[in-house]
């Protein structure tokens, strides 16, 4: 088992830098997911973890080992790559025992091992067959077979799901933490689905331009976001962010979006009136359909089965309230609404850094 | 996806495609027939097609001389194969290598192999004596195989090149991370998944150097001539013994168009596969 640490690690190409000054812990059996959109840097990283991109600068330690110029197998890493990467002319036997044979292990300890993995992830009846013949999660689960034959101290994981259907992929990540659960191996995962990521995962980093932007827990990533950059791209719908400026007048004190004033504590509005410009970030969960509040239009309703996203044009613009189960509210629908004071988060309208505000307000 | 092409047009591409095959395969048709024709019927005018024309009487004079013609066909046969080896051997690596690693300087390497496909032989013909005549070269197989290779190689390295390069990276990422070493991946997984384009690439080398008649002409003399060599000396100075040389040129090529027909599928399949694979 291992401890994996990245130490002001950077990447160049050249004069095109992917990854600047990359820290990042991950505790020994930790399951770490880097979440970021597509081209921000976060396979790059997963590669020069496994020793397969060298490092432009910084220190990558395993166990406490400085492992920069160690092969991925010196590394005793696995990977599970987005494609499967399954050696087509080798059979699923071959493909998952090619690492034993590699390391002139006996052939009836090859096929025990082989016997075994396959027994666990149910690939028993196709371990005859050529990769070509399989389905996709039944590759992926070869991929994943291949991983594990080697007993690695670390996983990692490239996208192992986006090849996959929807259903499949729910199903996948309930294997995966299962899977991790029972092994118990430090655990790599790169994804650009935050809602994979949540859900998988010990903790999050999520990574933008190269740089790790946020490293927490699926929830303190969520709730606490520190930029609105991490706050836009997790959740879904997207959070809603508004702007306006904090007013303290005899009217009321909150946060005003043209004529619509947001009322909010007034140790809140204390707290806030110092800082510069301002957005206020409200997530859909947060904004109430009520009988009283902000006059708004019903522009189009999504139910997705246990809940339905509306999303409500008004003088602010357009924003989307999450209600329980399936909506009657119809396009065109005149309503009204509020958003939970204890939930908002306000974000520096120059630098997008989320403004903390001290607890209890 | 287009549609289906209309009636015309499936007329007009199988009317096309008959012009092609008549064009291409007549003279081969020619070769077959005026190979079992007498000299008279051949050289009459018109030429006499009747029943009593025919004859494997030339074949037979053929197999009369056949210290010639087997002595040629041997040369032929090592100076190919060998070539071809010699080809794969060296030019997959090669190619490999450029393809995969960042070497210096790979680009102009690639630019320069290309460019020596860009001159006529006849350019070279009178240097590359000179140097094969200093290294006792002259009339040798050894010296052949050398001077094949010389545009062989550039070939194999082309092709070959072009196909590693469609080849998913990732494979040989997790043969890496499976414990591979370079030559390894290599060995164990480029080779065995490129066996379609290599052996295409392998017949057309050998295609290529069976058929050759320039430089074996310039550079051999008796003991190592290849069958286009044999083949031209039916004619002689005063008369061309047409039905022999056609009959010796039948046998020359039926060896590879045997072998092109038995394996033209893994022939089709390797020059297309690295096209189509993404």
């Known amino acids: 088992m291992a401890k994996v640490e990245l130490a002001a690690v950077y990447k160049r190409f050249g004069t095109l830098e992917i990854c600047s000054n990359i820290n990042l812990v991950v505790a020994d059996k930790e399951f770490v997911t880097l979440l970021g959109s597509s081209g921000c840097g976060k396979t790059t990283i997963l590669n020069m973890i496994a020793g397969l991109e060298d490092v432009s600068a910084g220190e990558i330690r395993m166990e406490g080992r400085v492992v920069n110029n160690l092969t991925p197998f010196e590394r005793d890493v696995a990977m599970v790559f987005q494609n499967y990467a399954l050696y087509p002319h080798m059979t699923v036997a071959e493909n998952i025992g090619f690492t034993l044979r590699l390391r002139r292990i006996s052939r009836a300890e090859i096929e025990k091992r082989v016997g075994t993995i396959a027994g666990l992830l149910e690939l028993t009846p196709l371990l005859g067959r050529l990769p070509s013949q399989l389905s996709g999660g039944q590759q992926q689960r070869v991929a994943i077979g291949r991983a594990m034959v080697r007993e690695p101290k670390t996983f990692l994981f490239d996208e192992p799901f986006s090849n996959l259907d929807a259903a499949l992929r729910v199903r996948m990540r309930s294997e995966i933490k299962l899977l991790h659960q029972r092994l118990g191996v430090t655990s790599i995962f790169v994804t650009h689905d935050q809602e994979e990521a949540l859900s998988i995962s010990d903790r999050v980093a999520v990574v933008n331009e190269g740089r790790v932007e946020q490293v927490g827990t699926p929830e303190e990533i969520y709730v606490r976001p520190v ?37 909010l504590p007034q140790p809140l509005v204390h707290a806030l009136r110092t800082q510069g410009a301002l957005e206020m970030g409200v997530r859909p969960e947060n904004v109430l359909i009520a009988d009283q509040g902000t006059a708004a239009n019903v522009r189009v309703v999504n139910p997705v089965g246990p809940a339905s996203f509306v999303t409500l044009a008004w003088e602010g613009g357009l924003i989307t309230a999450r209600v329980p189960g399936m909506s009657r509210l119809k396009a065109g629908e005149a309503v009204q609404f509020n958003v939970d004071p204890q939930h908002l988060m306000f974000f520096d309208k120059a630098s997008g850094r989320r403004i903390e505000v001290p607890a209890g307000l | 996806m287009q549609g289906k092409p209309s009636k015309l047009g499936r007329l007009s591409i199988q009317l096309g495609l008959g012009i092609f095959g008549f064009w291409t395969l007549a003279p081969i048709a020619w070769l077959v027939v ?19 024309a025919f004859t494997f009487q030339n074949y037979v004079e053929v197999m009369n001389s056949a210290a010639a013609l087997g002595r040629g066909l041997a040369n032929s046969l090592i100076v190919a194969v060998s070539t071809t080896a010699v080809a794969l051997a060296v030019g997959a690596p090669a190619a490999y290598a450029l393809a995969r690693f960042q070497l210096p300087g790979s680009g102009p390497i690639l630019l320069m192999i290309l460019a020596t496909q860009m001159f006529p032989g006849i350019v070279v013909a009178i240097p590359m004596f000179i140097v094969m005549s200093h290294l006792g070269l002259i009339d040798s197989r050894l010296g052949l195989v050398i001077v094949y290779l010389s545009f062989n190689l550039p070939i194999v390295i082309w092709i070959l090149h072009g196909f590693f390069l469609a080849i998913p990276v990732g494979l040989e990422r997790a043969a890496a991370v499976d414990g591979a070493t370079t030559l390894q991946i290599f060995r164990l997984i480029v080779l065995p998944i490129s066996w379609p384009p290599i052996f295409a690439t392998a017949i057309f080398a050998f295609i290529e150097s069976w058929n050759e008649f ?44 045997v072998i092109a027909i038995i394996f033209r599928q893994s022939i089709m399949k390797g020059f297309t596969e690295g096209m189509i694979k993404s």
């Open chain 2, 34 to 52: 005026s190979s079992l024709m007498q000299q008279q019927a051949l050289t009459a005018t018109p030429p006499d097609f009747s029943p009593s």
């Open chain 2, 214 to 257: 320039f430089f074996a002409l310039i550079l051999t003399r008796q003991n190592a001539q290849t069958v286009p060599l044999v083949i031209s000396q039916f004619a002689g100075q005063y008369q061309t013994v047409f039905g022999q040389m056609m009959a010796a040129a039948t046998m020359a090529v039926t060896p590879v168009v």
């Open chain 1, 227 to 263: 930029s609105r950059y991490v706050a836009r791209f997790i959740g879904s719908p997207q959070i809603d962010l508004l702007d306006g400026a904090i007013v303290e007048e005899s009217g009321g004190t909150g946060f005003r979006v043209g004529h619509v004033l947001f009322a």
